[in-house]
């Protein structure tokens, strides 16, 4: 069965720093989205993809975050530079004909 | 905006004993819900999902779902509980049809115990 593949699975750094997560899509799916995570809390949507294109990044911290899909396969979520309260499960989804298929996330710890 | 509230942080069961986890939705119209389940290390699956069809849906591993306009309730029930059972559930709500942008509730920490 197709998967959606992250790495890496987990990330520790230090504030100021930066880090990169990427995604691999299952096959074939045009839409792809990152996701946050914070501990105790639901995944909230960070920025979605259509292709190579940005459909929604309302909630993408846009100072410190960005997020490129340049051949509209994988994915990369970058931050820079990292803040304590980034610490999170970054997700990354993509979707199929009736449903979004997650990856197992990037747990992310700043120190 | 869409938004649901899970009524209970953490839910304690049995194992054979039924499980109720429950979730209210806010929605400008109608609206898809789903619940997803997230083991420890591992991503998140859905269980079911309800699309204006059925309002009694069945889900994977035993687990169904009620969609109850009235109430605005889509609670998450199974009648037995298993140990495999143990993890995070979400409900979920998707802006419009079609599946697009998901907002996830705080989620409900299900423990079962032997």
């Known amino acids: 069965e197709a998967e959606v593949a992250q790495s890496p699975r987990y990330k520790i750094t230090e504030k100021s720093q930066a880090v990169a997560f990427w995604c691999d899509p299952i096959?074939?799916?045009?839409?792809l989205y990152w996701y946050r995570q914070i501990l105790g809390q639901g995944p909230e949507l960070l920025v979605q993809?259509?292709?190579?294109?940005?459909?929604?990044d309302s909630q993408l911290p846009k100072d410190r975050f960005s997020a490129e899909r340049l051949k509209g396969v994988d994915s990369t979520l970058k931050i820079q530079p990292a803040e304590l309260g980034d610490s999170a499960m970054y997700l990354c989804?993509?979707?199929?004909?009736?449903?979004?298929?997650f990856g197992p996330g990037t747990r992310l710890t700043v120190l | 905006a869409q938004s649901v509230t899970q009524l209970d942080s953490h839910v304690s069961v049995s194992e054979g004993t039924p499980v109720l986890l429950r979730c209210n939705y806010s929605?400008?119209?109608?609206?898809?819900l789903f619940w997803y389940v997230q083991h420890p290390n591992k991503g998140l699956q859905l269980l079911l999902k309800?699309?204006?069809?059925?309002?009694l849906v069945k889900g994977i591993n035993g687990f169904e779902a009620e969609f109850k306009k009235s109430e605005t309730s889509f609670h998450l029930t199974k009648p037995s509980a298993h140990m495999s059972d143990a993890a995070e559930y979400f409900c979920?709500?998707?802006?419009?049809?079609?599946?697009?942008?998901?907002?996830f509730g705080t989620g409900t920490r299900l423990l079962v115990s032997p």
């Open positions: 979920v709500v998707s802006d419009r049809a079609g599946f697009q942008k998901l907002v």
């Open positions: 929605s400008s119209y109608s609206p898809s």
């Open positions: 096959s074939g799916h045009a839409t």
């Open positions: 309800y699309t204006s069809a059925a309002t």
């Open positions: 993809f259509q292709d190579e294109s940005v459909v929604d």
């Open positions: 989804a993509t979707r199929g004909s009736h449903e979004q298929f």
